[in-house]
């Protein structure tokens, strides 16, 4: 029986703009099991990203309950959350967000500063992040020196430094070509396979069905879920 690590229950979110509330989720709920892959779809503007954001303590729901490894987290303040999120999340984006100025090697040991980790384990551990992605060899470099898909296998590579088994990843193809786009969902199923949980936002259907399990999302909640093969305890 797995472990469940994520569980949202009736998670409510609006964006004001001015005196104009707009619900964007609506009473979401689902739970992820460890180990995990599952892919969140849904047309434009139906509150994905908001989704992936509050599963990364990124932003706070207005309502509704979420658990990460069986703990209230959407009740914790601003540190608390920061400290869960260092210790158990890594994010991949669409745009990459790596800094131009630091060194492939640097963005990866970057979470590791966060957590104490000292220069030398630091390197070490990005190194071989970069290797499991592919790219040692490029460890030198600077993220503009590299292409779009070895970018995104960097923001890969960074997302497993922290080792925090869980990955949230955003419509990481978005800015690739397909056969760029192809490889790194290779390389997801990969990770996946060796055992990271991974929540990821997609358009693209042939994409959302490389996961275990597909959410479709539609006006703020999950209107379609496939089943569940996996028992999963809280
Ligand atoms: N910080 C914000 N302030 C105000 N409105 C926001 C904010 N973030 C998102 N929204 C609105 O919430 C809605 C959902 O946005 P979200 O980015 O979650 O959708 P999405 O499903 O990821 O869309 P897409 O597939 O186009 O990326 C949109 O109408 C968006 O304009």
Same mark, same amino acid.
């Given at each position: 029986m797995k472990k469940e690590v994520l569980n949202i229950k009736q998670i409510y979110k609006s964006f004001a703009a001015g005196q104009v509330k707009t619900p964007v989720l609506n009473g979401v709920c689902f739970s992820v099991c460890e180990g995990e892959y599952v892919a969140i779809s849904g047309p434009s503007g139906c509150g994905k990203s908001t989704l992936l954001n509050i599963l990364g303590l990124l932003d706070t729901p207005d309502s509704g309950e979420?658990?990460?490894? !069986?703990?209230? @987290?959407?009740?914790?303040?601003?540190?608390?959350?920061?400290?869960?999120?260092?210790? %158990?999340?890594?994010? @991949?984006?669409?745009?990459?967000?790596?800094?131009?100025?630091?060194? @492939?090697?640097?963005?990866?040991?970057?979470?590791?500063?966060?957590?104490?980790?000292? =220069? #030398?384990? %630091?390197?070490?551990?990005? &190194?071989?992040? =970069?290797? #499991?992605?592919?790219?040692?060899?490029?460890?030198?470099?600077?993220?503009?020196?590299?292409?779009?898909?070895?970018?995104?296998?960097?923001?890969?590579?960074?997302?497993?430094?922290?080792?925090? !088994?869980?990955? &949230?990843?955003?419509?990481?193809? !978005?800015?690739?070509?397909?056969?760029?786009?192809?490889? @790194?969902?290779?390389? &997801?199923?990969?990770?996946?396979r060796q055992g990271t949980t991974i929540c990821l936002v997609t358009h693209d259907p042939r994409y959302a069905q490389m996961a275990d399990r597909q959410i479709n999302l539609l006006d703020g909640k999950v209107v379609i879920e496939t089943a569940v093969n996996i028992e999963c305890v809280a």
């Open positions: 979420y658990y990460i490894d !069986g703990l209230l @987290v959407s009740d914790m303040n601003a540190n608390e959350r920061a400290a869960v999120r260092s210790r %158990r999340i890594g994010f @991949v984006f669409q745009a990459f967000n790596l800094i131009d100025e630091e060194s @492939v090697l640097d963005n990866v040991a970057l979470p590791l500063k966060y957590r104490g980790d000292n =220069l #030398k384990q %630091r390197q070490r551990r990005a &190194l071989e992040c =970069l290797d #499991k992605v592919g790219l040692s060899d490029k460890a030198a470099l600077f993220p503009n020196q590299l292409s779009g898909g070895q970018q995104q296998r960097v923001s890969i590579a960074r997302a497993l430094a922290a080792d925090s !088994g869980i990955m &949230l990843v955003d419509e990481p193809t !978005g800015n690739l070509d397909s056969n760029n786009g192809d490889a @790194v969902m290779a390389l &997801l199923s990969e990770l996946n």
